[in-house]
């Protein structure tokens, strides 16, 4: 990895997955603990939590979490595959190679959402899924890069895909 170049993860999903919740490209402390939303301060685990009914999920195990989170049919994954970045910042991202977005949506038949989290995925994954079938919704960054907005707020916001769930 002598360029910096930082890889996505493999895609989060089930066949019963009905939001599919897209990041950018995973950060320095998920990429060291080869998980999703490593970071301490990233409040992704919290918001996600709220959406699925479990308050305390961001404390259960890695791997519980990713099961509870299949089993109430939502998958994770990101807008890019593959970019050179220092650091964290999705501002830092230079050399970016898109994500097979469409390809993978297609393979889900119970689609109904995909959710962006933060600005650069949607702006992005917008772009992406353009033509997609399926409900495209922004959300606040769960990332700590992102304070502007206070937790309660992003919950709020977060909370509106509970409709998809039904």
């Known amino acids: 990895m002598t360029d910096g170049r930082k890889f996505a993860f493999a895609p989060c999903v089930a066949p019963g997955t009905r939001i599919l919740v897209l990041g950018t490209l995973p950060g320095e402390a998920s990429l060291a603990a080869a998980r999703y ?5 990233n409040q992704f685990w919290r918001l996600i939590g709220a959406v699925i009914g479990r308050e305390d999920f961001a404390a259960r195990d890695y791997d519980a979490r990713l099961a509870a989170l299949l089993g109430a049919g939502i998958g994770l994954w990101d807008t890019i595959a593959s970019a050179v970045r ?8 230079r050399e970016a190679e898109h994500a097979p977005l469409t390809e993978l949506i297609a393979t889900l038949p119970a689609l109904r959402a995909v959710a962006f989290n933060g600005r650069t995925s949607a702006k992005i994954g917008r772009r992406l ?4 079938p399926v409900r495209l919704v922004d959300l606040p960054s769960s990332s700590p890069a992102h304070a502007s907005m206070s ?11 509970q409709e998809f769930l039904r």
Do not use: M, T
């Open 37 to 41: 939303y490593a970071h301490p301060q």
């Open 86 to 93: 220092r650091g964290s910042l999705d501002a830092a991202i």
């Open 129 to 132: 899924l353009a033509d997609a």
């Open 151 to 161: 937790f309660a707020e992003k919950r709020r916001r977060w909370l509106e895909l």
